[in-house]
Nanobody
């Protein structure tokens, strides 16, 4: 079955960096658009970034474009999210998701989801 497993979360001070990874199995990774979403305590899940199957098209949430970078390695079936200049408001559970189609910021368009990794940014 399809599995998306996130890793790389943790506790970091404001201004620091983290690199999240999402390892995929059970699917033809190179055919899937992959995305990152996040859910802060008490809030809904929101879009962070998405990358198409060959990395040629990338979409970011407007607020994150300058600090976050999404990338993928199809040889390793892995998608990454590099997060720099982290702020306390970036504290959330970060989820990766996969879909067939163009990058999208809409949750319901993603078929497969990981379990999430916690990112906590202290002030």
């Amino acid at each position: 079955q399809v599995q998306l497993v996130e890793s790389g979360g943790g506790l970091v001070q404001a201004g620091g960096s983290l690199r999240l990874s999402c390892a995929a199995s059970g699917l033809t990774f190179s055919e899937f658009t992959m995305a990152w979403f996040r859910q802060a305590p008490g809030k809904g899940r929101e879009f962070v970034a998405a990358i198409n199957k060959d990395g040629s098209t990338i979409k970011y949430a407007d607020s994150d474009q300058a600090r976050f970078t999404i990338s993928r390695d199809n040889n390793k079936n892995t998608v990454y999210l590099q997060m720099n200049s982290l702020k306390p408001e970036d504290t959330a559970v970060y989820y990766c998701a996969g879909r067939i189609g163009v990058p999208s910021g809409l949750m319901f368009e993603y078929r497969f989801w990981g379990q999430g990794t916690q990112v906590t940014v202290s002030s």
